[in-house]
């Protein structure tokens, strides 16, 4: 799979009647990077999955947030619901939760991998038991960039049941030229860590694109619980 712009392409789809629940614990302290411009990025809608249109407007206060948020530490649960499910689960919960303030909005994501998919392989085969430490590489966009709009490199690594994810915050440019001609984003600690981890795995690549529609919720009394809840999720694995 090469490197395209997400816009080109149609998608697999999940059946709508799921949902992907994601109960997130992070009350580590999220560090901030506050050299952060945080750039505009406003997008228009275009045609998704079986001619659907996206809303992939996305709104600066929202994309300058994300920006500055470049280290995560956090415990992780994630599953499978339904429909009926998801609205049970809010009737029940739903008075003890706040709306996430970025509301609803479409995560799109290039996962990189080897020719032989061993990062993904070594993820899903092996139990946490017999290895505690994964990693993987990704690309992230909130809606469909253009070339000048903002996407993260994320390196998001597992160790014993506490996930780290390390970012940059660049544009869409920089980051296809990091991937096809190794040139350096920017020049920071993080970026030299996705760096290292680009080399060690022989440089990989666009394997699975993964896209989907994510709304999110804070306990009102400890905003350091946070859940998402994932629907509409569609991936393609070539070009």
Not at 60 to 84: A, D, H, W
Not at 173 to 198: A, F, R
Request: one cysteine or more; hydrophobic letters at 25%.
């Amino acid at each position: 799979m090469k490197y395209t712009s997400h816009s080109e392409f149609f998608f697999t789809e999940y059946p709508e009647s799921l949902y992907f629940w994601g109960l997130f614990f992070s009350c580590q302290k999220e560090i901030q990077d506050k050299a952060s411009d945080g750039r505009e990025s406003t997008r228009s809608a275009k045609a998704g999955p079986k001619g659907r249109a996206y809303d992939s407007k996305v709104k600066s206060k929202k994309v300058k947030k994300m920006q500055n948020l470049y280290t995560f530490k956090r415990k992780e649960n994630k599953y499978l619901i339904t429909p009926g499910q998801h609205k049970a689960l809010l009737d029940m919960i739903g008075s003890h939760l706040k709306e996430d303030e970025y509301g609803e909005s479409t995560v799109c994501n290039i996962y990189l991998d080897t020719p032989s998919n061993y990062m993904i392989r070594r993820s899903i085969e092996v139990t946490e038991e017999e290895l505690p430490y994964k990693e993987k590489i990704r690309i992230r966009a909130y809606g469909i960039p253009k070339d000048s709009d903002t996407v993260f490199i994320e390196l998001k690594k597992k160790y014993d049941g506490i996930v780290y994810k390390r970012r940059i915050a660049s544009t869409l440019s920089k980051v296809e030229s990091y991937l096809k001609e190794g040139t350096l984003p920017e020049e920071s600690q993080i970026m030299n860590e996705i760096d290292y981890t680009m080399k060690k795995y022989g440089w990989p690549q666009p394997s699975e694109m993964v896209f989907y529609e994510r709304k999110g919720w804070y306990d009102k009394d400890q905003p350091c619980i946070r859940i998402t809840f994932d629907r509409n999720t569609r991936y393609r694995t070539d070009d």
